[in-house]
């Protein structure tokens, strides 16, 4: 097991294609505790990141045969990472749903591949380069400093304060009557947030984390 791995994780990830995404989530999921079998069909890869992780193999996941020897079916969740062969990701993704994986993940490169990975019955497809597209037109936009879809039409965002806020509780605000969202947390400057109650009072200088519809937390952040 990778050095920094802890020694009491309960979850084993597969994650399959070890790309820059792949890789990224892989190193994430092993730095959070997490028993990672990473799989690629790069010799060199599989080098590269057999240090890293709990276990790395060259294989070549659109062989059923090759996934029983893996005992994919055992893992809690197995991640189809395979960005640039489409055809490969929907066959793992294929035969990962009729072995019976609990919950399949898949990273999708279009609308379309999302398409058919989901019916397929994939559990959860991914956009990366789409969801941090949206993320970061945001920030350039201005309005909001960070942006998350945490569903269709959700969302969650970081913006400031706007000066008609300030000297007032967030019950005195109402603004999930006025506004349609909600304010999950507050910090001042660089102090750590901290979860909103109806009575956290608004000061200038304030940072706040709102939650709800994507129209009216974009309408939300652009009050002054």
């Known amino acids: 097991m990778a050095k920094n791995a802890k020694a009491n994780s309960t979850k084993k990830v597969a994650v399959i294609g070890l790309g820059r995404f792949g890789a990224a989530l892989a190193l994430e999921l092993i730095e959070v505790g997490k028993e990672v079998l990473g799989i690629d069909t790069s010799d060199a890869v599989v080098q590269q990141y057999a240090p890293l992780l ?5 294989a070549d996941t659109t062989n059923r045969d090759v996934l029983d020897e893996l005992a994919i079916a055992d893992f809690d969740r197995v991640v189809v990472a395979i960005g640039g062969d489409i055809e490969s990701s929907i066959l793992t993704a294929s035969l990962l749903i009729e072995i019976g994986v609990k919950e399949v993940w898949a990273k999708a490169t279009s609308d379309a591949h999302g398409r058919i990975l989901r019916q397929l019955g994939v559990h959860h497809v991914v956009f990366p380069e789409k969801d941090m597209g949206k993320r970061i ?16 039409g959700f969302v969650m965002a970081k913006t400031a304060a706007a000066s008609s806020f300030h000297g007032k509780t967030l019950t ?8 349609n969202v909600i304010v999950v947390a507050t910090s001042h400057g660089d102090v750590k947030y901290e979860a909103a109650t109806p009575a956290t009072l608004i000061s200038e200088g304030d940072w706040l984390i709102v939650a709800g519809p994507k129209d009216a937390i974009e309408d ?4 002054n």
Do not use: M
């Open 220 to 223: 939300f952040c652009q009050i």
């Open 54 to 58: 709990t276990l790395v193999v060259k």
């Open 172 to 179: 005195d605000l109402a603004l999930r009557a006025t506004y």
């Open 137 to 152: 037109a945001h920030q350039v936009g201005g309005d909001q400093l960070d942006y998350v879809e945490i569903d269709e």
